[in-house]
């Protein structure tokens, strides 16, 4: 294939769905940057159209969880912390929060974590090959709340579809929001799909691993709700 064919199927594969998110010229603090800058070479996994080994990037056998959207890094973080026998791979598009979860890498001295800077669906399709996963977290996606930005949320059939194939059997896919409309329809789209089935009776009960933020803490206490759905690929 000539570099202008490559050219034209990379066009071709990033026009294929629609992003659900903007990148903003948002500010990154000297701290950020600086983490970003030198963290990245370590710890940081460059976009390629082709399946990751996940034993070579670890360097050994175990769980694998792909955390889409990690945010500011530090829920990411404290998951790996936490569950030292696991290895997660975390995708973020924005690089203030890529850079305060490199810090986080850097700080509590995190083995069992990578970073990807890119699109999501781009690297589940591309680089996470089927089978691979013992789980998927999707944390307070952006829930473009207007009904004219909803065709842009993440958690859609088509995309589910994918992350069900790149699930090992009983692997599980976990979505939270705070949004009841974006949860009923996480909840809608994962129950309609073949590949999974439901580990609650609708939502479930926040499961212990996932840490309660103080965003979330501060919403709750104001009478916010939060949804959390978990479903498991049929064996």
């Not at 129950?191 to 996932?210: E, H, I, K």
Request: glycine share 8%; hydrophobic share 35%; net charge positive.
């Amino acid at each position: 294939m000539s570099k202008i064919d490559e050219e034209a199927a990379a066009a071709e594969r990033r026009a294929s769905h629609i992003r659900s998110f903007v990148l903003r010229q948002g500010r990154v603090s000297d701290a950020q940057r600086r983490f970003h800058e030198q963290g990245m070479p370590r710890w940081g996994i460059t976009y390629q159209a082709t399946p990751l080994d996940l034993g070579a990037v670890f360097a050994r056998s175990s769980h694998r969880i792909l955390e889409i959207g990690c945010g500011m890094g530090e829920t990411t973080a404290i998951i790996a912390a936490e569950h030292p026998q696991n290895d997660y791979l975390g995708i973020e598009v924005h690089t203030p929060g890529v850079g305060s979860l490199l810090k986080e890498i850097a700080t509590r001295e995190l083995s069992n974590l990578r970073v990807i800077q890119h699109d999501a669906v781009e690297v589940v399709r591309d680089m996470i090959a089927p089978g691979t996963l013992s789980g998927i977290h999707i944390f307070f996606p952006d829930p473009w709340p207007k009904k004219r930005q909803q065709k842009r949320r993440l958690v859609q059939p088509e995309f589910v579809r994918l992350l069900a194939t790149r699930l090992k059997p009983s692997g599980y896919v976990h979505c939270a929001t705070d949004w009841e409309d974006y949860a009923r329809q996480m909840l809608e789209v994962l129950s309609a799909d073949p590949q999974l089935v439901n580990m609650g009776n609708g939502f479930t009960p926040r499961p212990p691993y996932r840490p309660q933020t103080k965003f979330e803490s501060r919403g709750l206490r104001l009478g916010h709700g939060v949804w959390d759905v978990v479903f498991r690929r049929k064996s």
